[in-house]
């Protein structure tokens, strides 16, 4: 069992960044890929980014080249920087662990943290 921990969600303006950390609450973090989803209010949880074990990452189209995934296994932490958001980046903010390396699905993670809120206003 992975208890996976979301901060550094707040409220910014259209442009601004921010950095969102997931942090696992033991040393396994390591042996899982990791995603990062989204729910914006009225809509369904979406795919944003992953880094498997290895370090590989994908990222959703509309992501643009504004976010950066990455992580650091030796702190079992995943990071998310988002640069210049949007007003349509708002949603809640999920991290989840999962044993597939190559699935975007929610379905497929195994662990999911409680969420962290981004709030872009214009």
């Known amino acids: 069992q992975v208890h996976l921990v979301e901060s550094g969600g707040g409220l910014v303006q259209a442009g601004d960044s921010l950095t969102l950390s997931c942090a696992a609450s033991d040393n396994t973090l390591s042996q899982y890929a990791v995603g990062w989803f989204r729910q914006a209010p009225g809509k369904e949880r979406e795919f944003v980014t992953k880094?498997?074990?290895?370090?590989?990452?994908y990222y959703e189209d509309f992501v643009e080249g504004r976010f950066t995934i990455s992580r650091d296994n030796a702190k079992n932490a995943v990071y998310l920087q988002m640069d210049n958001l949007k007003i349509e980046d708002t949603a809640v903010y999920y991290c989840?662990?999962?044993?597939?390396?190559?699935?975007?699905?929610?379905?497929?993670?195994?662990?999911w943290g409680q969420g962290t809120r981004v709030t872009v206003s214009s």
């Open positions: 880094i498997t074990r290895l370090g590989t990452t």
């Open positions: 989840a662990a999962t044993t597939r390396n190559w699935t975007s699905r929610p379905g497929d993670y195994d662990y």
